[in-house]
């Protein structure tokens, strides 16, 4: 009956021969000699570089009075023992291949493929879903990405982020495309900055005017908070909510669709932290501030600034979002961007918006 168990050693046919003529106070060439055999031979079964025969099996059976299985399981086993080590080293090289195209650790974490143990599935998994056909293809995606951080961002783990967002996209039906279109609903859509609870609004508009609207966090070391990747000529706006407060979901928003609007090409992955530098600086600094325009207009933003400097409180910017019709943590999101009010203060007014977008959210 097999037990299933393996030894925790793996014996060469040569280590026991040097055990044995230890044993007996033999040299290599008293063995050649007893089995008549040249001593090369011998030498190259202690070696381990020629394999023990039959024939050779039963000459050491012979000669060490032990059967002629012992030998022939001891080689048949250690030569089984070589090929186990060598498919296990093959996959080692295969599975290293593997993570540096995709960060499978991740994607098997959030069930963007399906976990297994067999490599050969594994790489299906993984080239079925980066869309390669081995995984020394080339990745379609990481030559067209412009991101717009300073920080050192991983291609691969961005590369993978696209193509997840693009096959949830794919399951989306929205109508035609338009710029134009879009350009038009610009005011409609900012109608739904009045309240936190019309965010949900937003992903069905964005839907009946052709863009395709996702959330996908971000996977680590990408520094994400959102982006526009067009797609079988549809746009896709995609947020990670990376911060899940109304100013930050309103101004990636409205930057994602500057984007658009202002006809930038390629996949834009943005960080629209401050301070970060930018691959196309002159595009981000363009959506960065019709974002703020269309949010706030500039000159209102500065005379209620100039009204209630300093004295910024929760009554002062409620009554000013009232009149501007956006939420007040929106307006608080400029104040904190101007630098007119530290971040640390009145943060109660940056309520979170992920709840109102959970069935568009996705890891």
């Known amino acids: ?31 050649a000699e007893i089995i008549d055999r040249p001593y090369q031979a011998v030498n190259e079964i202690i070696n381990c570089n020629k394999l023990i025969t039959p024939d050779t099996a039963r000459e050491l059976a012979r000669a060490f009075g032990t059967s002629i299985d012992f030998w022939i399981n001891l080689e048949t086993n250690y030569r089984l023992h070589l090929a186990e080590k060598d498919e296990k080293e093959r996959s080692i090289i295969r599975r290293s291949k593997l993570y540096s195209i995709a960060p499978v650790r991740e994607m098997i974490r959030r069930s963007w493929i399906e976990k297994t143990d067999n490599i050969d599935q594994l790489e299906k998994n993984v080239c079925a879903f980066l869309g390669i056909s081995s995984p020394n293809s080339p990745l379609p995606a990481v030559a067209n990405l412009r991101h717009s951080q300073g920080r050192d961002s991983d291609p691969v783990a961005l590369n993978a982020w696209v193509q997840r967002v693009k096959q949830i996209a794919k399951r989306q039906t929205g109508n035609q495309f338009d710029g134009t279109v879009l350009k038009n609903a610009i005011h409609e859509i900012l109608s739904y900055a009045a309240d936190d609870q019309l965010v949900s609004r937003v992903p069905v508009r964005l839907l009946e005017l052709g863009v395709h609207f996702v959330v996908v966090s971000h996977l680590p070391r990408t520094y994400l908070d959102g982006a526009v990747i067009m ?50 600086e002159k595009d981000e600094d363009d959506a960065n501030t019709l974002a703020r325009e269309w949010l706030i207009s500039k000159p209102q933003l500065t005379q209620f600034i100039d009204d209630v400097r300093p004295h910024f409180s929760k009554v002062s910017i409620d009554a000013f979002s009232k009149r501007c019709k956006r939420h007040p943590g929106i307006v608080l999101g400029q104040l904190h961007h101007t630098g007119v009010v530290g971040y640390q203060n009145l943060r109660s007014l940056l309520v979170k918006v992920g709840p109102y977008l959970a069935e568009w959210t996705s890891n």
């Open 1 to 31: 009956m097999n037990s299933g168990y393996k030894p925790a050693r793996v014996l060469s046919p040569g280590k026991v021969l040097i055990r044995e003529l230890e044993a007996r106070g033999w040299t290599q060439r008293d063995l």
């Open 231 to 280: 797609d079988d000529g549809h746009p896709i706006i995609v947020l990670t909510l990376r911060y899940d407060r109304i100013d930050s979901f309103w101004f990636t928003l409205m930057h994602e669709i500057a984007h658009i609007v202002l006809g930038h090409e390629g996949i834009l992955l943005d960080n629209t932290e401050e301070g970060h530098g930018s691959a196309t």
